[in-house]
């Protein structure tokens, strides 16, 4: 008793050559089907090459497109060549001429023998289908495919609109109940030969020579009819992405098909030399493991996720149109400072020396970019030229961060900064941003301009921070946010800078017994009043009283108005 092998091959002869040999070698009848397609000399050239072999064995040859009926026409002619000619054979087994045995052929042999009425095939109705693709899943047993979906894209996808426009629609014939799968099967001589000598195969012939990719749904379909015992699954390895295509395994797969235990694998390049040298003589094994193409799903489903949605902080070119297809748009967590920089004289310095965090000045100032330290040049070639930021300040966010990976960054933002990269930063999840509204006043209430150009100035910048914290409290808000405003965070700042540096959390958490130094507010209560009496009403900074504020440090810590 042996397994027969039927071969679809169109391309790289020299592989079919050593895969078959290495079939018959083992007891297996191969019948070979090379595609009309193929030139005659190719082909004669391979049949000369293998005249030495009685196991081996060419069929009436066809011409085979992807979606057709070629394909089933091809199959039906090495199968009825396999079983006319070798009536030993209990199982067929399709392959094509991409794949490769993954264990001994032995092995092979012996597990089906041991399964004599046993069909594997994938089967599933439509309905439970879930990788078609192209919306085309009932409606391809329906409606008619005359033209090439490869080569009359156009005309394929009109004629179909004009058969759902129309309600035409085709009869399934009686007693069939459409199936789909992976078209490469492995059945058992009376239910192939029963598919093969059906008296109704001319009209199922017919039909499903109009059905497209019908080499997923004919075996599939007519295997229902006939099999007492189906397993829905196929015996060969084969992974899609998620557009459909298979993936092609190469030499760095080894362990990885080694792993997975299937008898087959497909598609393997032509030129993965250590894959066919490795397994086309790896006969001595003794593994009685059944087939199992799910131990490598995670990898694949990894490589897809990848793919698709990209890893955090990383663009490829397929994707940097489409913000929608972005994983995250930056790779690590950072911070942001809105305000902290103005009531604070050196904010900048006691946070880098608390937190042990880079941080950065205003990174969006209008004039240069303020890196830690002043430097003009950082990792990954960013400068400190406005110009350069501002062609894409997306990009230039995502680059810093993911050049400077594994250290926590941190940078101040204000409404006088450039303003198109705020609603980036807010959607952000690896944002963490805290502002302290209305602080922007204080510089301009030490400030020396004329009082008429400061209530400008002012109004301009309530403006836009008003902008800014509407963004931050939108739903789309992915950040994690804090808002104080400058009465409230005055009133109590320790509490409010000892969460911030145990949010950063790089250091120990300890208690802090050191804040930074807070500019001069005496008198700022009366500039406030002051714009109010010129027409200006400040009213982010929150009930500031005109007296000069007492700092103290509280008992409880504050309660800031939370984004999460």
């Not at 082909?43 to 085979?64: N, S, T, V």
């Not at 066919?276 to 199992?292: C, G, K, V």
């Not at 305000?339 to 969006?364: I, M, P, R, Y």
Request: positive net charge.
């Amino acid at each position: 008793m042996s397994v027969g092998i039927a071969m679809l091959v169109h391309t790289a002869l020299d592989r079919v050559e050593q895969v078959a040999r290495h079939w018959a070698a083992a007891g297996c009848p191969v019948a070979l089907h090379v595609d009309l397609n193929v030139p005659r000399d190719a082909f004669d050239g391979l049949k000369a090459a293998l005249a030495d072999q009685p196991m081996i064995r060419f069929c009436e040859r066809h011409r085979c497109e992807w979606g057709r009926w070629g394909i089933v026409a091809a199959s039906q002619s090495a199968s009825e060549l396999l079983l006319a000619t070798f009536p030993d054979i209990h199982h067929v087994y399709l392959v094509s001429g991409s794949c490769l045995p993954l264990r001994p052929v032995h092995e092979l042999v012996g597990y089906l023998a041991q399964r004599r009425r046993t069909d594997f095939i994938e089967s599933a109705t439509t309905a439970d289908v879930p990788w078609a693709k192209g919306g085309l899943q009932q409606e391809r047993f329906t409606l008619r495919f005359p033209f090439s979906w490869k080569r009359r894209r156009t005309w394929f996808d009109q004629y179909v609109r004009l058969q759902r426009r129309f309600g035409i629609k085709r009869k399934i014939p009686d007693g069939l109940v459409p199936h789909m799968g992976s078209q490469w099967w492995c059945l058992t001589r009376q239910t192939l030969s029963a598919i093969l000598q059906d008296p109704n195969r001319d009209k199922y012939d017919r039909y499903f020579h109009g059905v497209w990719i019908p080499d997923e749904s004919y075996y599939q379909t007519l295997a229902r009819r006939f099999s007492s015992n189906i397993e829905s699954r196929s015996l060969t390895l084969s992974k899609f992405d998620h557009q459909g295509k298979p993936h092609v395994f190469y030499d760095d797969h080894l362990q990885l098909l080694r792993r997975s235990n299937c008898f087959v694998g497909r598609k393997i390049w032509p030129h993965a030399n250590r894959l066919y040298a490795t397994f086309l003589n790896d006969a001595n094994s003794s593994n009685q493991t059944e087939p199992n193409p799910a131990k490598i799903d995670r990898v694949f489903a990894r490589a897809v996720e990848q793919r698709t949605r990209g890893r955090p902080g990383l663009y490829m070119q397929s994707r940097m149109p489409r913000p929608s297809s972005v994983n995250a748009p930056t790779s690590n967590p950072y911070s942001v400072f809105q305000g902290f920089a103005d009531l604070f004289c050196n904010f900048e310095e006691w946070l880098a020396k608390t937190s042990g965090t880079q941080v950065h000045g205003h990174l969006f100032a209008p004039d240069r970019v303020s890196f830690a330290g002043q430097v003009k040049l950082i990792n990954g070639g960013l400068s400190d030229s406005a110009a350069k930021r501002d062609y894409a300040p997306e990009t230039f966010l995502t680059s810093l961060i993911w050049n400077t990976r594994g250290e926590r960054q941190c940078f101040q933002y204000g409404p006088a900064d450039v303003q198109r990269i705020a609603g980036f930063i807010a959607r952000d999840p690896n944002a963490r941003i805290s502002v302290i509204a209305g602080a922007w006043a204080i510089p301009l209430f030490h400030s020396n301009y004329n009082f008429a150009d400061l209530r400008k100035r002012a109004a301009k910048l309530q403006k836009v921070e008003a902008k800014q914290l509407a963004l931050l409290k939108s739903g789309d808000a992915k950040a994690q946010i804090r808002i104080w405003s400058l009465a409230e965070f005055v009133d109590a700042p320790m509490e409010a800078l000892q969460e911030i540096v145990d949010e950063i959390g790089q250091t120990n958490s300890r208690i802090l017994t050191e804040a930074p130094k807070m500019n001069d507010l005496a008198g700022f209560g009366q500039f406030l009043q002051n714009l109010k009496n010129q027409g200006m009403h400040p009213h982010l900074m929150g009930d500031f009283p005109l007296e000069e504020p007492q700092v103290v440090l509280p008992k409880r810590p504050s309660k800031p108005y939370l984004v999460q």
